[in-house]
């Protein structure tokens, strides 16, 4: 029996490529397919086990009936599953209450522990936008608006659960600073710049411990050109492309912002989320000084 | 008290239930639905999940904050309002999972799908919640083929082992967002929740009778993503019949109510029969006239009958 740890980010941080590294850990001869994450456990949003553990029809509840119940679902979750010594289970949602103030994640009798992944929200920003098939000016508004939501539609059923997300720090705020649960915080640009030393330590926080040559292997086969090569050939299940020629692995770069964003775009941001990314490194603190007197 | 006909099944109820077909006159019934006190626990449940309990003979099904339903040996259903629950709720529940339940507890063959009538005979689209069964069947019924049953079926056989379907005049249940791209607005009916914008639709072609048609060919609904292309395929038969499994109305109860061989018999039967196929179609409105035209040509090709209408 397993229980959950939760790989929660803000959507474009970096949760996809972490659960491919994991996924190709037990890759041997050639890398994982992208449409067969072994490992991927779903999204905490799915329908599919909300559904089976409720015997109810979600498109007949509204997102916050369906809110009161999920906790339920999580707690069932772990136990059920069968075989895996590790249970992670990505989550875009924020670490919020249920209407009835309880974790809607399940708190400690759903999972473990939570990997977070964090991304500088400058280089978020343009990804956000490709994803959304918005223009970043778009992405920049909804990464600061505390309402923000993925599949909240009322018109149509979505195709998930809705997500309350907030603004992008109101959500790594949930995640870091809420108590039930010990987390560990992976930093997309700490992946990048330190592979192997990064991926192994939240392995070993999730209480794994795999050995260095299965680690070099997984990095190289998830290596962001793998990727993109293995989507542009074959499509990617895990997401509807906005146009024929966009893709979710689109750039995979740090930094990359530097070149995309406007100077206005990069002040929004930074004034949005000057405290976060101070915290998170992102910003330094003679950085966030003088954004904080413009 | 209202009576109608379900699945075959002769059901009173003192509560109005939108769109099904109207049972025969008479005192008895093989299903009643009526108000009473239902517990919050089941004593002696031999499962139970984050809404629900079971025993041998009762299931206690709980909606936090709209009602409770105690099912009692397949023929009775019990329904009582949680607190806040309003009235209006009760007929999209006691409809959908509430009466899908109770025809496990029958023992019947319960499919998650969505049938039209093609030439005399069921065609059924399978999928879970949201794979787009009744914009399909509706979109079929607007091209010219009468709607036999939205969102679950039951599978019942005759005499000779043939499977049949029955037709049971369930009104199908459209997102506003499906209504327009359908243009069907001058038909649509009242809000299945006051609270949702999805609403009864009077179909373009309702089922002509409630008579039984034989079980045509039986498709899963599939999304056109990576790496699966749009077409229609015909998996082997150990494939169909784990389809026709996770497609088993709230498959959850299957095993818990040791019925895993009624859905291998089905699979094989229909195998044999109409055949199970997997529909990979793009989920997008503007992809439907492609897809019935496909539907139209897979029919042609296995000598099904073209459109009644």
Excluded at chain 1, 119 to 131: E, F, G, K, Q, T
Excluded at chain 2, 185 to 191: F, K, N, T, W
Excluded at chain 2, 251 to 276: H, K, P, S, T, W
Aim: charge should be negative.
């Amino acid at each position: 029996m397993s229980r959950i740890v939760w790989l929660a980010s803000y959507p474009k941080s970096g949760n996809t490529w972490f659960r491919l590294l994991v996924a190709n850990l037990s890759a041997t001869e050639a890398p994982t397919d992208i449409n067969d994450m072994g490992e991927r456990g779903g999204i905490a949003s799915a329908r599919t086990p909300f559904e089976f553990h409720t015997l109810l029809d979600s498109g007949l509840l509204t997102h916050d009936e369906a809110d009161a119940l999920r906790p339920r679902v999580y707690e069932l979750m772990g136990p059920e599953d069968d075989g895996q010594d590790l249970r992670l289970v990505k989550a875009h949602d924020a670490y919020l209450p249920t209407p009835q103030g309880e974790p809607l994640l399940g708190g400690r009798a759903a999972a473990d522990a939570a990997i977070v992944i964090v991304r500088d929200p400058r280089d978020i920003a343009p990804s956000l936008a490709n994803h959304r098939g918005t223009s970043i000016d778009a992405a920049v508004d909804f990464m600061a608006d505390k309402t923000a939501c993925f599949a909240a539609a009322t018109r149509a059923q979505p195709l998930q659960l809705r997500q309350r997300l907030l603004d992008w720090s109101g959500h790594v705020a949930t995640w870091l600073d809420q108590p039930d649960l010990p987390t560990h915080i992976v930093r997309y640009e700490d992946l990048q710049a330190d592979p192997v030393a990064t991926f192994t330590a939240a392995m070993a926080f999730a209480g794994r411990d795999p050995a260095r040559a299965d680690v070099e292997r997984a990095i190289e086969f998830a290596r962001f050109e793998r990727l993109q090569a293995q989507e542009r050939e074959r499509g990617f299940s895990e997401w509807r492309a906005r146009g024929p020629s966009a893709l979710f692995f689109r750039r995979g770069e740090s930094q990359a912002w530097r070149g995309e964003l406007t100077g206005d775009q990069v002040r929004r941001i930074e004034s949005a989320h000057g405290p976060m990314m101070l915290r998170l490194g992102y910003l330094t603190t003679a950085e966030a000084d003088a954004r904080r007197a413009i | 008290m209202y009576r109608y006909s379900i699945a075959g099944l002769t059901t009173s109820s003192d509560i109005e239930m939108p769109g099904l077909h109207a049972g025969p006159d008479g005192d008895g019934a093989d299903v009643s639905i009526c108000r009473g006190a239902v517990p919050e626990r089941l004593d002696g449940a031999t499962a139970s999940g984050p809404t629900w309990a079971m025993s041998p003979d009762r299931f206690l099904l709980r909606i936090p904050g709209i009602a409770r339903f105690l099912l009692s040996g397949g023929a009775q259903i019990t329904h009582q309002l949680e607190a806040d629950g309003e009235a209006g709720d009760l007929a999209a529940f006691l409809t959908g999972t509430v009466f899908g339940i109770l025809l496990h507890q029958r023992g019947l063959v319960v499919l998650h799908a969505s049938g039209v009538n093609v030439g005399g005979r069921a065609v059924l689209f399978m999928g879970p919640s949201g794979s787009g069964k009744s914009t399909l069947a509706t979109a079929l019924a607007q091209r010219g083929y009468p709607l036999v049953t939205d969102d679950f079926c039951v599978i019942g056989a005759d005499a000779a082992g043939r499977r049949l379907v029955h037709p049971d005049g369930r009104l199908p249940k459209l997102w506003a967002q499906a209504i327009r791209h359908l243009d069907l607005a001058d038909r649509q009916g009242p809000a299945v929740r006051g609270r949702l914008a999805k609403f009864y639709v009077e179909p373009p072609l309702a089922p002509a009778s409630a008579a039984p048609l034989p079980c045509g060919p039986v498709y899963a609904l599939r999304e056109a993503r990576a790496p699966h292309k749009p077409g229609i395929q015909r998996p082997n038969i150990v494939d169909a019949a784990l389809l026709l499994r996770h497609n088993a109305y709230r498959a959850r109860l299957i095993r818990q109510m040791d019925q895993g061989e009624l859905y291998f018999q089905l699979a094989a039967a229909i195998c044999n029969a109409g055949g199970v196929f997997q529909l990979t179609r793009e989920l997008d409105f503007d992809a439907l006239a492609g897809v019935i035209a496909d539907l139209e040509r897979h029919w042609a090709e296995s000598g099904q009958p073209a459109a009644v209408a």
